[in-house]
Structure formats: C-alpha cells, structure tokens
C-alpha cells in the first residue's frame, strides 16, 4: 500500500530533551517535506527536501533541523525542544515538485513541557 | 502581501443540500489550485486539482471552478451527506515571480452536514 508512515503518533517530552520524528514513505518520491498545523494558523511548511541531500528551509524553519540521506526518509529533528513547539506535525510527499499533490502522513503530536 | 482566505471557518448545512466552500487569494499568480479534506487528528487528503485554463472540473458529487479573474475558486459538494463532514483546505502554487514554487494552503473551512 502506497503511504507515508510517521513516528511516534504521539510524544509528550520536556523543554530541551533533543527528539526525533521519523517519516518514510514508499512511493518513490524524490520531493519531500514537513508542516505543522496550529489552530488558527492552518498547515506552515518548516523544512522541504527536492532530493536526496538537498534541504531547503520552509516558512518556519527556526528551532528545526532535517536530513534526507535516502529518498524513502526525511527524520524531522529537535533539538532542544521548547513549549512553542507543541504542535500537530505532518510529513507529506509527492512525486517531483512542491506543488505536485501532496500525500500526508497520519502526523505526531507533540507536546513539549 | 500574499495571501489566501477561505471565507468562512465553518459551515453548516443539512443533509442533501449543496455545499459550496470558497477560496479567495491576493497578489498571486498560481498555476493551479488543489483541494484537500481533512478529517480530526489525520492528515490532508488530496480531492481534486484544477489549472489555470480550466474553468471547470468535476469528480462524482464534487466540482471545483477557478477563476483567475476575481481570484476566486468555489468547491461545491452537492447531495451532501454526513459523512462529508470535514475541514476543506485550499491550496495553491506560489507565484513563481519570487516563492519556492511549494504549495501554499489556506487555513480550512469546517463543514458539518446535519441529518
């Protein structure tokens, strides 16, 4: 079945504590990339990857980091996590393009104490 | 600046009347627009895409007109059941004078059908 996975679904960490949400997908893309979504801010794009080891900072990168080694993964990275962070994250995915249909993952909440 | 309305947050309407959902933009210039669905805690899913020289296009209950004149697009769902009920994101192609060329969504309208 063609999807995008992500984990964990849920986490609830503290201020600091460096965490790792992970994203694959199986469709072949070479475009990937991660939102979060706030109520009252819709979905805000954080980091973009065209390819394997190509990133690219999105509207709200700060506080962030990302690595695309292979084409299946895009692990999005936290390095000290603080409160603002708490969120609802997605990973999506298309095909060659930022503007190709995006394919969604579940996502991960996140709550930062 | 750029930016993208969908003009209500929520919208309710009873079941078997038409629902019709609108995205307003300003100061782009987009290829095509998209329209996703997305239910609580999941995420968006893709339900139809129209281009700029497309008036037009339809998919079962669902159609979606794009007029790059007002800068407006309308998604309908007529017949609409329950099971429609659902936040209904709008998304477009960044105007190519200046973005990254990603998608750009707007913020949702909630729709909830009534029996």
């Known amino acids: 079945e063609a999807q995008v996975t992500q984990n964990p679904r849920y986490l609830i960490t503290v201020t600091g504590k460096k965490l790792t949400v992970t994203c694959s997908q199986n469709?072949?893309?070479?475009?990937m990339s991660w939102y979060r979504q706030d109520p009252g801010l819709g979905l805000r794009q954080i980091y973009y990857s065209m390819n394997v080891e190509v990133t690219d900072k999105g509207d709200v990168p700060e506080g962030y980091k990302v690595s695309r080694k292979e084409k299946r993964n895009f692990p999005l990275i936290l390095e000290s996590p603080s409160p603002n962070q708490t969120s609802l994250y997605f990973c999506a995915s298309s095909l060659s393009e930022g503007t190709d249909t995006q394919y969604f993952g579940p996502g991960t909440r996140l709550t930062v104490l | 600046s750029q930016k993208i309305e969908q003009n209500s947050e929520a919208l309710n309407i009873q079941e078997g009347k038409t629902a019709t959902l609108t995205c307003n933009y300003t100061?782009?210039?987009?290829?095509?627009l998209q329209w996703y669905r997305q239910d609580p805690g999941r995420g968006p899913v893709f339900l139809l895409l129209i281009r700029e020289n497309e008036k037009e296009k339809r998919k079962e209950r669902l159609k979606v007109t794009f007029d790059t004149t007002l800068k407006q697009s309308l998604f309908h769902i007529t017949a609409s059941q329950p099971a429609d009920s659902a936040t209904y994101l709008c998304a477009l192609t960044g105007d190519y004078g200046g973005s990254q060329g990603n998608l750009i969504f707007g913020k949702g309208t909630k729709l909830s059908v009534k029996p």
């Open positions: 469709m072949n893309h070479e475009y």
């Open positions: 100061n782009y210039s987009p290829a095509y």
